[in-house]
């Protein structure tokens, strides 16, 4: 519950969320509340259920973050999870930048622009030139995770972008919000 408290806080500062908040628990909620979703009539037959979609949205809370690069034993689900994405990329051209806003290390944005530096992101660009890859990572002034978590997301959007990747082939750039490189903004059109 302190989690969610938590992330109210954030959503009514930043997102403007509505203050006036009731607290329900689950399988007490009132005729109205299923009303709002489209059950008029009585509750739902299943009223919840996992959604594989959502898995890679959240880290594994199981694992500690500090543990987290280290101990991270892929399943097959995450293999063709990987693979997936790699088709998604391989249907862009290899040399264009493609970007990547925190929590999606599998969702790459082909086309984006200037709009996608918001103040609340972290966004990780990667470049492929001949012969080194180039990882640049922006993070807004509103962002907020702490720094092992930063790591783990751009180590799995390497991993989602190259595959295991020699490091001597890989140069990392950390852009200042507002005083952001040359070379970083001529990849956004």
């Known amino acids: 519950m302190e989690c969610v408290l938590e992330y109210l806080t954030i959503l009514q500062k930043y997102e403007k969320a509505n203050t006036n908040v009731q607290y329900l628990e689950e399988g007490s909620e009132p005729k109205e509340f299923w009303m709002n979703w489209g059950f008029f009539d009585s509750e739902p037959p299943i009223k919840s259920r996992p959604i594989k979609e959502w898995d890679n949205w959240y880290l594994n809370m199981q694992n500690p973050l500090t543990d987290a690069i280290e101990q991270h034993e892929p399943s097959l689900e995450d293999v063709a999870d990987v693979e997936d994405s790699k088709d998604d990329l391989n249907d862009f051209d290899s040399n264009k930048p493609m970007l990547f806003l925190?929590?999606?290390?599998?969702?790459?944005?082909?086309?984006?622009d200037f709009e996608d530096l918001g103040e609340e992101n972290l966004c990780v660009l990667c470049q492929n030139e001949e012969f080194v890859k180039k990882v640049f990572i922006w993070k807004g002034g509103e962002f907020v995770a702490d720094g092992k978590e930063e790591e783990v997301f751009v180590g799995e959007v390497v991993r989602s972008m190259w595959g295991e990747i020699n490091l001597e082939e890989l140069i990392v750039i950390k852009e200042m919000a507002n005083n952001e490189s040359e070379e970083f903004m001529d990849c956004f059109h």
Not at 102 to 112: C, D, H
């Open 102 to 112: 925190y929590p999606n290390f599998n969702e790459p944005l082909g086309i984006f």
